[in-house]
Each structure stands twice: as structure tokens, then as C-alpha cells.
């Protein structure tokens, strides 16, 4: 058996100091390893977590932090949409560390239990198509790519992809 097969992996809600920061910060950090993304991105994932940290509703919107031996390695949220029964989930993240023990599908499955228990009929969410890992867990749940658009964001030319998934359908199908 591996080290990693040894490892203690937990998803818990994110709701303790230091967990808002570690969020950006983690971003930051991962996005320009991986991506040379720069801190437009960082700062785009800021001000996600400051409009959740000041005005959540706890009833409707909640975040994770995944942990493997009690350190941070990933997170999803879940906040309101433009629309009452329509939920966004953001900023899906799984750093270097916390990869391959299922945490980001875990993850996307806490969001979406939320999701139905708090009422939502639909979740979306905005990536880009260089998220490879992540588009495969959110096709996995059953979302549907409904467009994209080229765009120059985080200095460089991407593909934003908006992404649906119908709960009430989801449901249904699975009562089958």
C-alpha cells in the first residue's frame, strides 16, 4: 500500500478562521502553477469569497474545505443564483496534494445534496475548458454544456463554459 492510502481525507463545511484566506490564497497559488494564470484571477476568486463571507445565507448558500491529515487541499461553494430556484457553484478547487482521493467529486456531491435539500431546481457553473478534471466530475453529475465563448481573462486567450444541471430531472431519473 501506498503513503497516500494511509492518508485521512475529510470534507467538512468551510466555517472556521482561516478557511475564507486559505481559499483565495489556494486559488491563487494552484492557478498560476498549473495555468500561469495572474492575480486577475486571484482577485476574481476575492471577491467570490468576501461577497459569501459578508452576505451568505446559510439557508441557501454554504461552502467546503476538503482536508487530508487535517490540512486544506480543496473546496467548492454553493451560493444563490440570479434566479430563486438556481444555485452557482463556484470555485472548485482540489490543490496538487489532495488529488486522486475523490475530494473533488466529493466535493461536487456535498454542493448538490445542498443544492436540492435547500430547494434549488438547477445548479450552473462558469469554468474554462482547460479545467479538464474538473469539467469530467461536473459531466459525471450529469451537467450539460449549454455555451462558451473565447475570451482573454487571466492573461491569456480561454474558453468559458457555462454548465447545467436540472435537479429536478436529476431526481427524478434517479428514482427509477
Not at 102 to 123: H, K, N, P, S, W
Request: net charge negative; glycine share 10%.
Amino acid at each position: 500500500m501506498s503513503q497516500q492510502d494511509h492518508r485521512q481525507a475529510v470534507v467538512r463545511r468551510a466555517d472556521r478562521p482561516g478557511d475564507l484566506g486559505w481559499v483565495v490564497m489556494a486559488h491563487g497559488e494552484v492557478y498560476d502553477q498549473q495555468f500561469g494564470w495572474n492575480t486577475d484571477f486571484e482577485a476574481l476568486v476575492a471577491k467570490i469569497v468576501a461577497d459569501y463571507g459578508v452576505k451568505h445565507d446559510p439557508a441557501r448558500e454554504a461552502g467546503w474545505i476538503a482536508e487530508v491529515d487535517g490540512r486544506r487541499v480543496g473546496c467548492v461553494f454553493l451560493v444563490a443564483g440570479d434566479q430563486p430556484k438556481v444555485a452557482k457553484l463556484r470555485i472548485l478547487l482540489v490543490t496538487p496534494e489532495g488529488r486522486g482521493l475523490g475530494l473533488g467529486t466529493r466535493l461536487v456531491g456535498e454542493c448538490l445534496a445542498f443544492a436540492r435539500d435547500a430547494g434549488y431546481e438547477q445548479v450552473t457553473l462558469w469554468t474554462n475548458d482547460v479545467l479538464a478534471a474538473a469539467r469530467k466530475i461536473y459531466q459525471n453529475f450529469g451537467f450539460i454544456l449549454a455555451d462558451e465563448e473565447r475570451h482573454h481573462s487571466f492573461g491569456h486567450d480561454l474558453i468559458g463554459q457555462n454548465w447545467t444541471l436540472d435537479l429536478h430531472t436529476d431526481a427524478a431519473d434517479s428514482d427509477n
